[in-house]
């Protein structure tokens, strides 16, 4: 297959960074951060390291994104989700993808380890493990399970932000990572369902191929209502999280309630209303935990 000419070799590069992910991925880094603070905060915030954290996550995500597109580039070209990817394309030949993919991964890890911690490196680096070698090359395959074990290299950028701010995983950023790891499954179960007949091509063990629509399509309804209990679950903690619980609450039962028609009609059309419910439903669990953590310094805060 030729390459578009309408491709330019810059963009062809930057979505094999896939921008889109490691942007949301940047994000759970600062929510993470947020998080992790106390509600009456210390006279000192480590800015610097939130930004040390960020351009390492944003070189290691860039580069976990890369090696997926190198690993993958036989399931791309059966996909018409994926086939205009670089590498199908043939824009970039696929050794460069993949050195790409190892020097940025590379370069992520001195620049956490220096610019931050020993502890928010471990948690960037054990996200990209789980993505690459976990997610992609040991289990996307072989389980219809893949991607709940996946999950976890969404919670690592919760994780890492919190290590970043206090030096340690604070339950408040672990309930937090949990709600992004119970995430993962609707987000792309949803996305699944939509395409099943396209995940069906490359033979993918996805929860909806094989298998009914509407069996699989009560799983993501299911695991949408299940993201409610790790947001009421900040009410246990020593300190109120009344805008994040109220905020994330009403989230969550729209994430629900823009599932819920798959039940009946689990066409393309309906699901991915619900997948793009789930990406929204995720930016605004980031942002209601910085209006958290923003409505705690107010000045007439108790």
Do not use: Q
Request: charged share 10%.
């Amino acid at each position: 297959m030729k390459a578009e000419p309408s491709l330019p070799l810059w963009r062809a590069y930057l979505s094999l960074l896939k921008p889109g992910i490691t942007g949301l991925i940047l994000l759970m880094v600062v929510a993470g951060f947020f998080a992790a603070e106390p509600p009456y905060p210390p006279p000192w915030i480590p800015w610097e390291r939130l930004l040390g954290l960020l351009i390492a996550g944003a070189f290691a995500s860039g580069g976990a994104g890369a090696l997926n597109h190198w690993y993958d580039r036989d399931l791309d070209v059966r996909m018409k989700r994926t086939r205009s990817r670089p590498i199908p394309l043939e824009v970039i030949p696929a050794r460069h993808v993949l050195v790409l993919g190892l020097v940025f991964t590379a370069i992520s890890i001195p620049i956490a380890y220096l610019l931050v911690n020993l502890l928010a490196t471990l948690a960037m680096v054990s996200g990209s493990f789980v993505y690459v070698v976990v997610y992609t090359i040991l289990l996307k395959r072989r389980s219809r399970w893949n991607i709940v074990i996946g999950g976890y290299a969404g919670s690592a950028p919760v994780l890492g932000g919190c290590a970043a701010a206090v030096g340690t995983f604070t339950p408040s950023a672990l309930l937090l990572a949990l709600l992004v790891f119970l995430w993962t499954p609707p987000h792309f179960w949803s996305l699944a369902i939509a395409l099943r007949e396209d995940f069906g091509r490359t033979e993918l063990p996805m929860l909806p191929v094989p298998g009914d629509p509407v069996g699989s399509a009560r799983v993501v309804v299911a695991s949408a209502g299940l993201l409610l209990a790790p947001t009421l679950a900040f009410l246990l903690l020593g300190h109120p999280f009344l805008p994040f619980l109220v905020l994330g609450t009403v989230l969550g039962l729209v994430f629900v309630a823009m599932t819920w028609p798959v039940l009946r009609d689990p066409s393309k059309k309906v699901a991915l209303r619900g997948f793009i419910a789930s990406g929204f439903y995720l930016i605004g669990i980031a942002l209601a935990m910085i209006v958290d953590w923003s409505w705690l310094r107010l000045p007439f805060h108790p």
